[in-house]
């Protein structure tokens, strides 16, 4: 198609830039980093969704080249924020099926100067149904470096509660889905159920795409740790996301 021609030509042009969105702890009620969100920016069509094209980059296996800009990308924009503040990027399950991943963390972490514990990767369940046993290992030798793991948009997927036993995990971010009907008395046993799992084993909970006031109450009382969403902000430019730390010191 002629998007996947473009979407060959969109990372030599430059045409991808990242958005940050706070994630806020809910102890001190400050931003303790930011999640990177890919944006592309077509010289035609406008803003392309991720949605739209993450999909086309898994297909063609030019995630691979993209995730990796993400990863330098994303940690060299990160070394020059204030020293306590993290960045999350996004890993596609392909990463994993692809050999270099390792490398590409520790190319990104090494070319910005980032302290490996600032970085954080998220990766969603489809990568547990992958090859349990090489994902496991992976996932050892990359928290081995310093970085953590955090298992995004959790309870979207197939993955059963023994994964969490299973793979190393530092976080669990609870899907929107969830945190959208929390006013609904079997979503918000879920999400009781995840965070009680999580104290248990030592796994911060964030809760993801919390837009009200209600929700972060609600949240904040089911013991959810950290929290996204739009009640705070959107995903920002660099610059932008930057001046919101400011902003709330
Ligand atoms: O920010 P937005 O809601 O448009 O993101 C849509 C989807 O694209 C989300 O599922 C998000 O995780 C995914 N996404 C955004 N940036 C990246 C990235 O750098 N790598 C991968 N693999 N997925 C991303
Ligand atoms: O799959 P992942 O969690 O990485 O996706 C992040 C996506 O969620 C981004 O595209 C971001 O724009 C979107 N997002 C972040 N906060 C909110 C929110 O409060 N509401 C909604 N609807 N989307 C959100
Ligand atoms: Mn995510
Ligand atoms: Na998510």
Sequence with gaps: TNLELDLRDALQRG????HYQPVIDLAS????GFEALLRWQHPVRGMVSPADFIPLAEET??????????LREACREAASWPHD????VNVSAIQFQQPGLEQSVMHALSASGLPARRLELE????????DAQAVVACLHRLRGLGVR???DDFGTGYSSLSYLRQFPFDKIKIDRSFIREIGDPDAAAIVRAVVG??????????AEGVETREQLDQVRSEGCTEVQGFLFSQPLPALDALRFIDVRL
């Design 29 to 32: 009620d400050e931003a303790v």
């Design 123 to 130: 990766i969603t369940e489809s990568v547990l149904m992958q």
């Design 85 to 88: 503040l993290s960045v999350a």
């Design 149 to 151: 793991i955090a298992l």
């Design 61 to 70: 296996g030019l995630i691979t080249t993209l995730g990796a800009w993400a």
């Design 15 to 18: 045409d991808f830039v990242l």
């Design 197 to 206: 799992l999580g104290t248990h084993l030592g796994i911060a909970i964030t």
